[in-house]
């Protein structure tokens, strides 16, 4: 049997004519699938007696950032109504350890309407904390100007950016850029990316630095005049800084 | 080479061809070397105007699979008379495979966003179910169907647009090379 391409676009252009009415209808109405639902949960906790702070996302970008008198915690984005029910957020303090877990159910969508994210802000005192370590598996991870004595940031899959960072830190990322901006190299900085760029960049320039820089497909650029590079040594901080495919910079600026 | 050997490489060349087509060919041949000697050149000079026996099959070839193509234009003939021109050179790659190529990838393309929007119904009940969000969705359900049967129309056309387009370069191409065989 042919098929008659005029009937087929005539049959179309009916289908969509039904789509478009019967979807203005029910916008109208307000059980249109495009009628999102919002996602906008908030937890907040006292920030006292609290030296560890551990956050982790699965789909959601996380940022963190310094201010406040207490922890909180905004989740928001947009989704359909029927998935609401799949973003959870909790925050739990126990022993001066507070953890934060936000998550999406990833079950597989063959049809969705909204990007299916949402966003994650963390928002701590700002004092020095002795550990703030930060997790996602699919999304970007940012934080701003936080202290602490040991900072970890870790995504499986997204970018890493900071600004203004103080204390030991560490980054990984399996696929995703790197760029951590610090406020002074006086402790050592790990960071690793397998395929991703990485940049460190501090806004006080240190004396001395032992640098370790490693890429197989990569460049390699380092712009501190009047830093010392070193050898490894105990009074000095070392960064690490390696990629498996992405080019690597150090350099002082904001 | 004489034309003995020049012959007889060009016939174990045309292989492909039919006995009655490579005779025919064959004969053609025969004859620019008769005409050749009797004007008094040697076989090697007769030989090396024509061009190495191998690059003359290949051009000939090719010549035949875009006559066959226009005779009776489908993607299949099209992209055979593609391959046979790329391996006449470099800017033969540039003319014919790089147009193909995209071609290709486009129809490509239509074809799989007109199967995704097509089966875009059938795609919200095996992840809603039967569910007042999947009844909700219908009318979307009928608006993406309908815009899956007009892209499958649009990458339909899109063949014999793809076909004649193709043809056309391929026939430009074959007079070039004829040029070159005269």
């Not at chain 1, 690490?240 to 690597?248: K, M, N, W, Y």
């Amino acid at each position: 049997m042919k098929v008659n391409g005029r009937k087929l676009i005539m049959i179309g252009l009916v289908l969509i004519g039904i789509a478009v009415i019967g979807n203005l209808v029910m916008y109208a109405i307000g059980v249109s699938p495009f009628n999102g639902v919002k996602i906008n949960e908030e937890r907040s906790v006292s920030a006292e007696g609290v030296s560890r702070i551990d956050v982790f996302s699965n789909a959601g970008d996380v940022r963190v950032v310094s201010g406040g008198d207490e922890i909180t915690v905004k989740m928001t984005g947009r989704t359909e109504r029927m998935h609401k029910g799949e973003y959870h957020l909790s925050v739990s303090e126990q022993g001066g350890r507070v953890v934060i877990e936000a998550s999406r159910d990833l079950k597989r969508k063959l049809i969705s309407i909204y990007p299916d994210d949402y966003d994650l802000l963390v928002e701590i005192p700002d004092r020095l904390y002795e550990q703030l370590g930060i997790s996602t598996e699919i999304a970007n991870i940012s934080a701003e100007r936080v202290r602490a004595q040991h900072i970890s940031m870790q995504a499986v899959h997204g970018d890493i950016k900071t600004a203004g960072l103080a204390g030991r830190i560490g980054a990984r990322t399996d696929t995703g850029d790197i760029r951590l901006g610090v406020q002074a190299i006086t402790d050592d900085i790990q960071a690793e990316s397998l395929l991703g760029d990485i940049k460190l960049v501090t806004e006080e320039k240190p004396e001395k630095l032992a640098l370790e820089m490693k890429t197989l497909i990569g460049e390699r650029k380092v712009e501190l005049p009047g830093t010392a590079i070193v050898e490894s040594d105990p009074g000095v901080p070392t960064v690490q800084l390696s990629a498996e495919a992405g080019d690597i910079a150090v350099s002082a600026g904001r | 080479m004489t034309k003995a050997e020049y012959l007889a490489e060009l016939e174990k060349r045309l292989g492909d061809l039919s006995a009655e087509e490579r005779a025919e060919l064959l004969a053609d041949y025969e004859a620019h070397f008769e005409h050749g000697r009797a004007s008094g050149r040697s076989d090697e000079e007769i030989a090396e105007r024509l061009g190495p026996p191998q690059l003359v099959a290949r051009e000939i070839q090719y010549q035949l699979s875009v006559d066959e193509a226009r005779a009776n234009p489908t993607v299949r003939r099209i992209a055979r008379a593609v391959f046979a021109g790329v391996g006449l050179g470099l800017m033969n790659v540039l003319m014919l495979l790089i147009p193909f190529a995209i071609g290709m990838l486009l129809l490509a393309g239509l074809f799989v966003l007109a199967a995704y929007l097509t089966v875009s119904p059938v795609l919200m009940l095996v992840q809603d179910g039967w569910s007042v969000e999947f009844l909700l969705k219908l009318p979307l359900a009928a608006g993406l169907l309908g815009l899956g049967l007009i892209f499958w129309v649009a990458a339909v056309k899109g063949i014999t647009l793809f076909v004649k387009w193709m043809l056309a370069i391929l026939q430009s191409n074959v007079e070039k090379v004829k040029e070159k065989l005269k």
